[in-house]
């Protein structure tokens, strides 16, 4: 065996600090791990002391030309203590240098923020794959059931997962897990496309206003800028046409509570002058009284027949109460006579005139049943005729009202879009230029997750966005000194 051969100084630093070098940048992602820095932690500690570090037959010297990772892993290969083949050493090394440190790089973010993850476990096809993370921050995995890796970093699952394997199955599980997919951001209010974007590392509030299309700016059917003239003109004519609903609205309300005048409303004076304001509100007047004299005169039309059907029927009433009493008369008479007859009295023809007397009578009072029926079958008919006739008005005037209160939403919003794209043309308000020191300013607010809890963050364009956010674009007016 050949004597060891002691290396002066300056050598053991260089490899003292190409392994140290090595172990620290490659190897953590690698099998590895612990032996290579257990050897480059022994390796410094026999530097410093001036010790014999390498033998022939045990170890292979590091030169300058093995730097890389064929010559790392050629190093980790003839060093029995790694248990490691030439082959497996060298795979080994160009793995970790190739694989990026997902949990290193996404170590500021939470699980709470991942929408997937991708595990991984030799020798468990079951598990390994793509697992969506929960609501509340769980996994569902094949043999352990639902995992909670609620605040925990991916370094941290993977030793979760690996420890729940060894209990199960009772031996070791190498697992490595990374980020699939990242919960998007989302991107709501004054912006030209609303919705949903994938998160990246490093987004700002500026460049998800970017992805939606920018700050929303009013264009023609062609695409080219409105000008403010145009904006002005939109913002007034739909005010015009809300305050003509506004008015109507009103002449509804005061026809369906049987009122003779209009109640004014409060918002006409924001949208159109007085003097045309009170054209509006005389013009919905004269529509109120026309339609109220139609109303009342189809009503005081049933209301008169019912009266004169009322009457017959009060004189058809007394008719008949006359007529049996005639009947009662003529019957009692009729009864004597049969009496004096019996005895010899009366001849037989007196009896026969009295029975087509009370045989009249009797015909006369059932007709004036008849005809009393009739018309209190007429009286009826008036009176559901006059009820139909309330009912309708009211049914037509309620739908009349939700068709005019919708068109009035929709005319609100025109005016409140062409406002504030004349405001932000030219900073002015569309309705009264006096108002010119109010300008409109773009903010930003970010709705985020806390604790399971929604809270509202003010940002600017340069605030960092977290996956999951929403980000809430809005006009916000503000008056120059």
């Given at each position: 065996?050949?004597?060891?051969?002691?290396?002066?100084?300056?050598?053991?630093?260089?490899?003292?600090?190409?392994?140290?070098?090595?172990?620290?940048?490659?190897?953590?992602?690698?099998?590895?791990?612990?032996?290579?820095?257990?050897?480059?932690?022994?390796?410094?500690?026999?530097?410093?002391s001036g010790v014999t570090v390498a033998t022939?037959?045990?170890?292979?010297?590091?030169?300058?030309?093995?730097?890389?990772?064929?010559?790392?892993?050629?190093?980790?290969?003839?060093?029995?203590?790694?248990?490691?083949?030439?082959?497996?050493?060298?795979?080994?090394?160009?793995?970790?240098?190739?694989?990026?440190?997902?949990?290193?790089?996404?170590?500021?973010?939470?699980?709470?923020?991942?929408?997937?993850?991708?595990?991984?476990?030799?020798?468990?096809?079951?598990?390994?794959?793509?697992?969506?993370?929960?609501?509340?921050?769980?996994?569902?995995?094949?043999?352990?059931?639902?995992?909670?890796?609620?605040?925990?970093?991916?370094?941290?699952?993977?030793?979760?997962?690996?420890?729940?394997?060894?209990?199960?199955?009772?031996?070791?599980?190498?697992?490595?897990?990374?980020?699939?997919?990242?919960?998007?951001?989302?991107?709501?209010?004054?912006?030209?496309?609303?919705?949903?974007?994938?998160?990246?590392?490093?987004?700002?509030?500026?460049?998800?206003?970017?992805?939606?299309?920018?700050?929303?700016?009013?264009?023609?059917?062609?695409?080219?800028?409105?000008?403010?003239?145009?904006?002005?003109?939109?913002?007034?004519?739909?005010?015009?046409?809300?305050?003509?609903?506004?008015?109507?609205?009103?002449?509804?309300?005061?026809?369906?509570?049987?009122?003779?005048?209009?109640?004014?409303?409060?918002?006409?004076?924001?949208?159109?002058?007085?003097?045309?304001?009170?054209?509006?509100?005389?013009?919905?007047?004269?529509?109120?009284?026309?339609?109220?004299?139609?109303?009342?005169?189809?009503?005081?039309?049933?209301?008169?027949?019912?009266?004169?059907?009322?009457?017959?029927?009060?004189?058809?009433?007394?008719?008949?109460?006359?007529?049996?009493?005639?009947?009662?008369?003529?019957?009692?008479?009729?009864?004597?006579?049969?009496?004096?007859?019996?005895?010899?009295?009366?001849?037989?023809?007196?009896?026969?005139?009295?029975?087509?007397?009370?045989?009249d009578l009797e015909a006369r009072t059932s007709?004036?049943?008849?005809?009393?029926?009739?018309?209190?079958?007429?009286?009826?008919?008036?009176?559901?005729?006059?009820?139909?006739?309330?009912?309708?008005?009211?049914?037509?005037?309620?739908?009349?009202?939700?068709?005019?209160?919708?068109?009035?939403?929709?005319?609100?919003?025109?005016?409140?879009?062409?406002?504030?794209?004349?405001?932000?043309?030219?900073?002015?308000?569309?309705?009264?230029?006096?108002?010119?020191?109010?300008?409109?300013?773009?903010?930003?607010?970010?709705?985020?997750?806390?604790?399971?809890?929604?809270?509202?963050?003010?940002?600017?364009?340069?605030?960092?966005?977290?996956?999951?956010?929403?980000?809430?674009?809005?006009?916000?007016?503000?008056?120059?000194?």
């Open positions: 065996m050949s004597e060891p051969r002691v290396l002066r100084s300056p050598e053991f630093v260089a490899i003292a600090l190409l392994l140290m070098f090595a172990g620290a940048y490659w190897l953590p992602l690698s099998a590895a791990l612990p032996t290579i820095a257990a050897n480059a932690a022994e390796v410094s500690s026999e530097v410093s022939a037959e045990n170890s292979a010297a590091v030169t300058p030309q093995d730097t890389g990772s064929s010559g790392l892993a050629k190093s980790v290969a003839n060093n029995p203590a790694t248990g490691l083949s030439n082959r497996q050493g060298r795979t080994a090394i160009e793995k970790s240098a190739a694989k990026p440190n997902i949990a290193s790089n996404n170590s500021r973010i939470s699980i709470s923020g991942v929408e997937k993850l991708i595990i991984r476990v030799e020798g468990y096809t079951s598990i390994s794959g793509e697992h969506r993370v929960s609501e509340n921050s769980s996994l569902l995995v094949a043999g352990l059931g639902w995992v909670s890796v609620k605040d925990k970093s991916l370094g941290e699952i993977e030793q979760l997962l690996s420890s729940e394997l060894q209990k199960l199955t009772g031996r070791d599980a190498n697992v490595s897990v990374e980020v699939a997919e990242f919960k998007p951001i989302f991107v709501s209010g004054y912006v030209t496309r609303a919705g949903s974007f994938p998160w990246r590392p490093g987004y700002t509030v500026l460049h998800a206003e970017t992805l939606s299309g920018g700050v929303y700016r009013p264009t023609s059917a062609t695409g080219a800028a409105l000008p403010s003239d145009t904006e002005k003109a939109r913002a007034h004519r739909a005010a015009s046409d809300l305050a003509n609903v506004e008015v109507t609205i009103a002449r509804l309300n005061a026809e369906r509570a049987g009122a003779k005048e209009i109640e004014r409303p409060a918002r006409l004076k924001d949208l159109v002058s007085d003097v045309d304001a009170d054209r509006l509100i005389a013009a919905q007047g004269t529509a109120l009284a026309s339609r109220r004299a139609a109303h009342d005169a189809q009503v005081q039309g049933l209301e008169r027949a019912r009266a004169l059907a009322q009457e017959e029927y009060q004189e058809l009433r007394n008719q008949h109460v006359r007529l049996q009493e005639q009947l009662r008369a003529r019957q009692d008479n009729l009864n004597k006579l049969d009496g004096l007859k019996e005895k010899g009295y009366l001849r037989a023809e007196r009896i026969l005139d009295e029975q087509a007397r009370v045989a007709n004036s049943s008849v005809a009393l029926a009739r018309v209190k079958s007429l009286l009826g008919t008036f009176q559901r005729d006059l009820d139909v006739i309330r009912q309708d008005r009211i049914a037509q005037i309620d739908a009349e009202t939700i068709k005019q209160e919708r068109e009035a939403s929709q005319l609100e919003i025109e005016v409140q879009s062409a406002a504030q794209s004349y405001r932000k043309l030219t900073g002015t308000n569309a309705f009264n230029e006096s108002q010119s020191s109010k300008q409109s300013m773009v903010g930003y607010e970010i709705v985020r997750q806390k604790d399971g809890q929604p809270v509202a963050v003010s940002a600017s364009r340069f605030t960092l966005l977290e996956p999951g956010d929403v980000l809430v674009v809005s006009l916000v007016d503000q008056f120059n000194n």
